[in-house]
């Protein structure tokens, strides 16, 4: 079974731009997250999308936005660009969205803002 | 989420057993053990969960302290691939399915 997968790798934007991340679960799975780790602040929890509507949101502004779609693959957007936005955004996803399922990780996007 | 603590880094010789401590002394009853590790370059995974009784798999095992506000993970024979960051989570069985992650333990493991 194919594992987590996120498009692209890597990313270099500039301030003030947006971007665009993707992310396509193991197939089967319905709950999709995704978080941001940066070396201060760690791994923080964005948000959550199970069967195309959020569950779950982080402490982050609304810059920040996703979406699921009807094959659960899930897109994550960052608006108007901070140097603070830098960072791995890894997307995880789990069969449903309860406390015991596990979660699969993808490689992660690195984005770098410049 | 209850918190969990655990020492900031550990070191281990290969092929040695470790044991990875994590405090929690708030948790309740509801609330299972989770721990991913995530290895340099790449995203975490899981290594193993828990409630009450001690868990054994392929990968380690889970020793859950009688009053369960402790809980170890034990690497049996640990080899260079282990050395990684191991994240130590409690989740609440009435909680959504993201993770709350802390600092983790960075483990190192010398030849």
């Known amino acids: 079974k194919a594992g987590v997968t996120q498009t692209p790798r890597y990313l270099i934007k500039t301030r003030g731009q947006q971007v665009t991340l993707s992310c396509s679960p193991i197939?089967?799975?319905?709950?999709v997250s995704w978080y941001q780790q940066t070396p201060g602040q760690g791994l923080q929890f964005l948000f959550e999308y199970f069967s195309e509507t959020q569950r779950n949101k982080g402490n982050f502004p609304g810059r920040f936005s996703g979406r699921q779609f009807s094959n659960s693959r899930s897109e994550m957007n960052v608006s108007t660009l901070e140097l603070g936005d830098s960072a791995l955004y890894l997307c995880?996803?789990?069969?449903?969205?309860?406390?015991?399922?596990?979660?699969?990780f993808g490689p992660g996007t690195r984005l770098t803002v410049l | 989420d209850a918190k969990t603590t655990q020492p900031n880094s550990m070191e281990s010789n290969e092929e040695e057993p470790v044991h990875l401590p994590c405090n929690h002394s708030?948790?309740?009853?509801?609330?299972?053990i989770h721990w991913y590790r995530q290895l340099p370059s790449q995203g975490p995974e899981y290594v193993i969960h828990g409630l009450t009784s001690n868990v054994n798999n392929r990968m380690a095992s889970l020793a859950i302290a009688e009053d369960r506000k402790s809980s170890t993970l034990i690497l049996h024979r640990a080899t260079l691939r282990d050395a990684a960051v191991y994240y130590c989570?409690?989740?609440?069985?009435?909680?959504?399915?993201?993770?709350?992650f802390g600092k983790g333990t960075k483990l190192s493991v010398k030849p």
């Open positions: 995880a996803s789990s069969k449903d969205s309860r406390a015991t399922d596990t979660q699969y």
């Open positions: 989570i409690l989740r609440d069985v009435g909680s959504q399915g993201n993770l709350i």
């Open positions: 708030t948790i309740s009853g509801t609330d299972y």
């Open positions: 197939s089967g799975h319905r709950s």
